[in-house]
């Protein structure tokens, strides 16, 4: 939340230039304050985990947020009981009139398919262009955020050799970027992905600005101002177990895969994992809340104008 000092305190400007949320009390004065819409399009195939990872993060500040959870109109998930999508779930066909000051869009296990292969891929064409008329900022997370950059800036996600698997150091790259407000120089995430996008690709794209970045996975945080969003391409939500759920999956599976990288102590899956990222995890949406509260309309219909 802002603090607010006068705006000719020579603390307002030094505050203000490090990332630090301050507020005139004429500014204050003018507040208006209701509960925030946020949407989450959920394309993750365990549905209930993606649902708790995310509430757990947006609902830790002191706003008030009403979540809605949101699907696409035609794919049918398989991995989710029908009575909990059709209690919890509207199509995206259901919400497009109405407006949200802002929208999660989850990655989803189909990045070894070209964009235009996806058989929702049309319908998730038209909820991108959807949110520059009814949603104020809009956050895409792992193949979620490639698939905006994609849409919005034609930037190509490109294939790796090898799984990027584990928790592996980032750096800081916009220390006063309000997003980045607490942030550390560097920090831990945890990224399980089959593909990237490059660095000079994105730094060719004048419209996107890199926040954060890892010298072995590659950029990892863009922030696009004039779509209004943000673009994630790792995993700050996920639970501390979440990379042990996916390893012993495909170690079952006989699906080949190396042990998460700096997740197991001594690197031993035999080892309880240790979470070292989730206070970043609370800072990075606790920011993008503020963020929404500080710029958003009072009034939902003047979003998107």
């Known amino acids: 939340m802002p603090i607010t000092l006068p705006a000719t305190l020579p603390a307002f400007d030094v505050l203000r230039n490090e990332g630090v949320m301050v507020m005139s009390p004429e500014r204050a004065a003018r507040q208006d304050i209701r509960p925030l819409r946020i949407g989450l399009l959920n ?44 209690t919890f779930y509207r199509p995206f066909q259901e919400v497009r009139g109405e407006k949200f000051d802002g929208l999660i869009i989850t990655g ?20 991108m262009d959807w949110t520059q008329t009814n949603v104020h900022s809009t956050f895409g997370v792992c193949w979620g955020g490639m698939a905006m950059a994609y849409h919005f800036h034609g930037v190509q996600k490109h294939m790796l050799e090898r799984k990027a698997f584990g928790c592996f150091r980032h750096r800081n790259l916009a220390p006063t970027s309000p997003y980045l407000r607490g942030f550390s120089d560097d920090f831990v995430i945890p990224v399980s992905r089959w593909t990237e996008m490059k660095q000079p690709e994105i730094d060719a794209t004048p ?7 890892a010298d ?61 990222w989730r206070s970043h995890a609370h800072l990075l949406y606790g920011n993008w809340i503020n963020e929404i509260y500080q710029t958003t309309p009072y009034d939902p219909e003047a979003i998107g104008r």
Not at 53 to 78: N, Y
Not at 113 to 119: A, I, N, R
Not at 232 to 257: C, M, W
């Open 108 to 127: 989803a296990p189909i990045e070894h398919l070209p964009f235009t292969e996806v058989t929702y891929w049309d319908e998730l064409r038209e909820v």
């Open 43 to 86: 394309l993750m195939p365990k549905k209930i985990q993606t649902e708790n990872q995310f509430a757990r993060l947006i609902g830790a500040t002191p706003l008030q947020i009403d979540l809605h959870l949101i699907r696409m109109s035609e794919h049918q998930t398989k991995n989710t009981a029908a009575a909990h999508m059709e």
């Open 207 to 213: 419209a996107l600005r890199t926040l954060l970045g």
């Open 216 to 276: 072995e996975t590659g950029p990892c945080l863009l922030e696009d101002e004039a779509h209004r969003a943000l673009y994630i391409f790792n995993h700050f939500e996920y639970d501390s177990e979440t990379l042990k759920q996916e390893y012993d999956r495909d170690v079952a599976n006989g699906t080949p895969i190396n042990v998460p990288m700096n997740y197991y102590p001594g690197n031993d899956p035999a080892q309880p994992p240790v979470n070292r």
